[in-house]
T-cell receptor
Framework: DTGVSQDPRHKITKRGQNVTFRCDPI?????LYWYRQTLGQGPEFLTY????????KSRLLSDRFSAERPKGSFSTLEIQRTEQGDSAMYLC???????????FGPGTRLLVL | QQPVQSPQAVILREGEDAVINCSSS?????VHWYRQKHGEAPVFLMI?????EQKGHEKISASFNEKKQQSSLYLTASQLSYSGTYFC?????????????FGRGTQLTVWP
């Protein structure tokens, strides 16, 4: 039984660099979500896909963030010109449709120096 | 827009009960409950859907008051493994169906 996987698990980068994270959802799940979580807070929605279509992007998300899900399988989240405020845990979740259980991956912890 | 959880923290002895509450100012379609241990991903506990359907953990119960937009998670006969931060995620209908808004969490500590 394979759950949601994310890579890398940890990333340290210098301010101004670009970073890319990968998420592999549970194979039969057509929905994929990206969340960001900082210390003491709950996960904050960033964007989500249904198959390969990106259906919604949070207004809080700056233009430096972009996500893709080619062929409706894995997804990538790219952050360009990273800032120290981008330091957080980036969580990916997948589900089989809306209003269904969202299963979270282990997350990618980003530290921007 | 995020739901409000209460209490912020709970400390229990093993075997005691606890209730965690979640309330929203917006009309809700469903409420999702998760538990997260330090450094780990949130783990699904339960979904409560508008209309009364529930899916989830056998040993955990919850309620959803659709009129008041409130949900409560009931933890009975707590075990050491129940320690962690509990989050409610609320789902609204319409164009945002599927998107979850999470509260700030309730930190539960169970002592032997």
């Amino acid at each position: 039984d394979t759950g949601v996987s994310q890579d890398p698990r940890h990333k340290i980068t210098k301010r101004g660099q670009n970073v890319t994270f990968r998420c592999d959802p549970i194979s039969e799940h057509n929905r994929l979500y990206w969340y960001r979580q900082t210390l003491g807070q709950g996960p904050e929605f960033l964007t989500y896909f249904q198959n390969e279509a990106q259906l919604e992007k949070s207004r809080l998300l700056s233009d430096r963030f972009s996500a893709e899900r080619p062929k409706g399988s894995f997804s990538t989240l790219e952050i360009q010109r990273t800032e120290q405020g981008d330091s957080a845990m980036y969580l990916c979740a997948s589900s089989f449709g809306s209003s269904e259980t969202q299963y979270f991956g282990p997350g990618t912890r980003l530290l921007v120096l | 827009q995020q739901p409000v959880q209460s209490p912020q923290a709970v400390i229990l002895r093993e075997g005691e009960d606890a209730v965690i509450n979640c309330s929203s100012s917006k009309a809700l379609y469903s409420v999702h409950w998760y538990r997260q241990k330090h450094g780990e991903a949130p783990v699904f506990l339960m979904i409560l859907l508008k209309g009364g359907e529930q899916k989830g953990h056998e040993k955990i119960s919850a309620s959803f008051n659709e009129k008041k937009q409130q949900s409560s998670l009931y933890l009975t006969a707590s075990q050491l493994s129940y320690s962690g931060t509990y989050f409610c995620g609320t789902e609204r209908g319409g164009s945002t169906l599927g998107r979850l808004y999470f509260g700030r969490g309730t930190q539960l500590t169970v002592w032997p």
